[in-house]
């Protein structure tokens, strides 16, 4: 009887810490009318735009609604729409190409669109911080994941 409640309440402390953990998480949800809207040049004009990578070669372009802070220490602001499209061009005429250009949404642990996503690569972590409005993206790449190059 004293080990099953101990159980439980071990139980109870791991679901009460891992709910506080994930409560900041957000995440990239798939969303193919967007690769669409790239196509025909009608990218979200009002986000701010940010790439990760080389210059000629980025691993990643975002998009994110100017209401967040965007923790860009390892993202390069985009300064024009033309420039935007040319970042995502780069993705999507790198050697990756046969793995296909991810186009998403980024939402909040809430499920609320606070962004987009334009990369080869599939996931990434997403962290808003809902009381400051701050927003931070790691960078997808991993040195280790290897695609044939």
Request: glycine share 6%; aromatic share 16%; hydrophobic share 35%.
């Amino acid at each position: 009887m004293k080990k099953s409640i101990f159980y439980i309440l071990v139980l109870l402390v791991l679901q009460v810490t891992l709910n506080g953990c994930i409560e900041n998480y957000g995440k990239i949800a798939s969303n193919p009318a967007l690769f669409e809207a790239y196509k025909t040049r009608q990218v979200i004009p009002e986000y701010n735009y940010y790439y990760c990578g080389r210059s000629t070669l980025p691993y990643a372009v975002v998009g994110i609604d100017p209401k967040y802070i965007f923790s860009d220490r390892l993202w390069h602001k985009i300064e024009t729409r033309e420039d935007v499209y040319k970042k995502i061009d780069g993705l999507v005429q790198t050697p990756w190409e046969s793995y296909g250009v991810t186009a998403a949404d980024i939402l909040d642990s809430s499920g609320n669109k606070i962004g987009i996503w334009f990369s080869y690569y599939y996931t990434t972590v997403v962290i808003v911080v809902p009381e400051t409005n701050i927003i931070e993206v790691y960078n997808p790449y991993n040195p280790n994941d290897y695609r044939g190059i």
